[in-house]
């Protein structure tokens, strides 16, 4: 049931935490930027709230690479993201449940979100055969046969226990033609209607995707059937799979207007700073991507004035940290230090500057809600914008 003040409530039992009932899960709309979309919120779960705009780090087999559990609350993050499919392979769902739930499994106290294993669909095409009833996998680790339908995908989601569930969809490239869109997209919203009815725990809500690649009247129809079956929050899928940056912003210009405000709205696997500067000026409340873990790993590491590459040699003699306002580990040490690290092939490298890109994500949330707060979010993004040479 949806309250006048937006509050997603239904009847359900008392959670472990001792959060009311009625608190397990409500979307919170504090401010809307003066100057643009933005907005600042509060999602609250049965494992705490989130303060939005939020970026949720990737912890796909039950971990954020190179980055102890400890360490990855350190840097902000509120809530972290992990995967279906590969949690399903290793170590299977009924071993995470049988050492007490995902929540356990990871060591992390605050809310999770699972991905539905739909990104693996476009992701291990190769290994993929795709039929109405759901998606046969050949194992990438051993090629045993793995098969995927919504229904099943739910109920691994269930087992797992995390938070928020992502409804099993059809992920396809682009460029792609318009008819395999098209196709794509009305078979996820038949199989997001298939979650719906599967999902049973209370505790646990349930986002769709909205699909449609580049059509905007497709996306707009996609979304607009979604809505229909009353979600609990919205996600924009199919983005950062080949098109550029200024058709993933048309095709935001399109969709956001279309999702309820009173909802939260997730754009799945976009994290280049200046993507997640753009969406959240588009009303863009969760993020999750790769990025600051992936890169961090290969010696590239995010600031203000844009991504330093440690392995090159202007790095061997710089005395300067990353950032000097950053307070994570990695700058306590000099640029040098670190450049050392990555060149004697030392695993500190990838896990300090992993940790800092992190933080440097976090940092970027914290000080966007803050300009929406005091309306100021324009001048925010354009100061991001020039500092990583955007304008």
Same mark, same amino acid.
């Given at each position: 049931?949806?309250?006048?003040?937006?509050?997603?409530?239904?009847?359900?039992?008392?959670?472990?935490?001792?959060?009311?009932?009625?608190?397990?899960?409500?979307?919170?709309?504090?401010?809307?930027?003066?100057?643009?979309?933005?907005?600042?919120?509060?999602?609250?779960?049965?494992?705490?709230?989130?303060?939005?705009?939020?970026?949720?780090?990737?912890?796909?087999?039950?971990?954020?690479?190179?980055?102890?559990?400890?360490?990855?609350?350190?840097?902000?993050?509120?809530?972290?993201?992990?995967?279906?499919?590969?949690?399903?392979?290793?170590?299977?769902?009924e071993t995470v449940a049988a050492l007490g739930g995902l929540h356990k499994f990871m060591g992390w106290s605050g809310p999770i979100?699972?991905?539905?294993?739909?990104?693996?669909?476009?992701?291990?095409?190769?290994?993929?055969?795709?039929?109405?009833?759901?998606?046969?996998?050949?194992?990438?680790?051993?090629?045993?046969?793995?098969?995927?339908?919504?229904?099943?995908?739910?109920?691994?989601?269930?087992?797992?226990?995390?938070?928020?569930?992502?409804?099993?969809?059809? /992920?396809? @490239? #682009? &460029?792609?033609?318009?008819?395999?869109?098209?196709?794509?997209?009305? *078979?996820?919203?038949?199989?997001? +209607?298939?979650?719906?009815?599967?999902?049973?725990?209370?505790?646990?809500?349930?986002?769709?995707?909205?699909?449609?690649?580049?059509?905007?009247n497709l996306r707009r129809e996609c979304a607009q059937a979604l809505v229909q079956m009353d979600f609990r929050g919205y996600a924009?899928?199919?983005?950062?799979?080949?098109?550029?940056?200024?058709?993933?912003?048309?095709?935001?210009?399109?969709? /956001?207007? @279309? #999702? &309820?405000?009173?909802?939260?709205?997730?754009?799945?696997?976009?994290? *280049?700073?200046?993507?997640?500067? +753009?969406?959240?000026?588009r009303g863009i409340d969760m993020f999750d991507c790769v990025m600051p873990t992936r890169n961090g790993r290969n010696a590239l590491?995010?600031?203000?004035?844009?991504?330093?590459?440690?392995?090159?040699?202007?790095?061997?003699?710089?005395?300067?940290?990353?950032?000097?306002?950053?307070?994570?580990?990695?700058?306590?040490?000099?640029?040098?230090?670190?450049?050392?690290?990555?060149?004697?092939?030392?695993?500190?490298?990838?896990?300090?500057?992993?940790?800092?890109?992190?933080?440097?994500?976090?940092?970027?949330?914290?000080?966007?809600?803050?300009?929406?707060?005091?309306?100021?979010?324009?001048?925010?993004?354009?100061?991001?914008?020039?500092?990583?040479?955007?304008?």
């Amino acid at each position: 049931m949806v309250t006048e003040t937006g509050q997603l409530k239904e009847d359900v039992p008392e959670p472990e935490s001792k959060t009311p009932p009625a608190d397990w899960f409500r979307f919170d709309l504090h401010h809307v930027d003066a100057g643009s979309d933005a907005r600042q919120a509060t999602l609250h779960t049965p494992h705490g709230a989130v303060e939005t705009p939020a970026f949720m780090p990737v912890g796909t087999l039950g971990t954020v690479k190179g980055v102890d559990i400890a360490r990855v609350r350190e840097t902000g993050a509120q809530m972290v993201l992990a995967n279906t499919y590969h949690l399903a392979l290793r170590p299977g769902e009924e071993t995470v449940a049988a050492l007490g739930g995902l929540h356990k499994f990871m060591g992390w106290s605050g809310p999770i979100l699972t991905d539905s294993g739909g990104f693996q669909v476009f992701s291990l095409a190769d290994r993929a055969k795709i039929t109405e009833q759901g998606v046969a996998f050949r194992s990438h680790i051993d090629g045993a046969a793995i098969e995927l339908t919504p229904e099943r995908s739910v109920a691994i989601q269930e087992t797992l226990g995390s938070d928020i569930a992502m409804v099993f969809d059809h /992920v396809v @490239e #682009l &460029p792609n033609s318009a008819e395999a869109v098209a196709e794509a997209t009305w *078979r996820s919203v038949r199989w997001a +209607e298939r979650c719906r009815k599967r999902a049973s725990r209370e505790d646990q809500a349930l986002f769709a995707i909205v699909q449609g690649g580049l059509d905007l009247n497709l996306r707009r129809e996609c979304a607009q059937a979604l809505v229909q079956m009353d979600f609990r929050g919205y996600a924009i899928g199919g983005l950062s799979v080949g098109e550029s940056a200024e058709e993933m912003y048309r095709t935001l210009d399109s969709t /956001v207007p @279309e #999702l &309820p405000s009173n909802r939260p709205r997730y754009l799945m696997g976009v994290g *280049r700073p200046e993507d997640l500067i +753009e969406a959240m000026g588009r009303g863009i409340d969760m993020f999750d991507c790769v990025m600051p873990t992936r890169n961090g790993r290969n010696a590239l590491a995010f600031t203000d004035e844009g991504p330093l590459r440690l392995r090159n040699a202007a790095h061997e003699l710089e005395k300067r940290p990353l950032d000097e306002r950053c307070p994570c580990p990695a700058c306590q040490h000099s640029r040098g230090y670190l450049r050392h690290l990555f060149q004697a092939k030392e695993m500190l490298g990838p896990i300090l500057t992993s940790i800092h890109n992190l933080t440097y994500y976090q940092r970027l949330m914290a000080e966007g809600r803050e300009a929406i707060v005091a309306d100021s979010y324009t001048a925010y993004r354009e100061e991001k914008l020039r500092g990583w040479g955007q304008h």
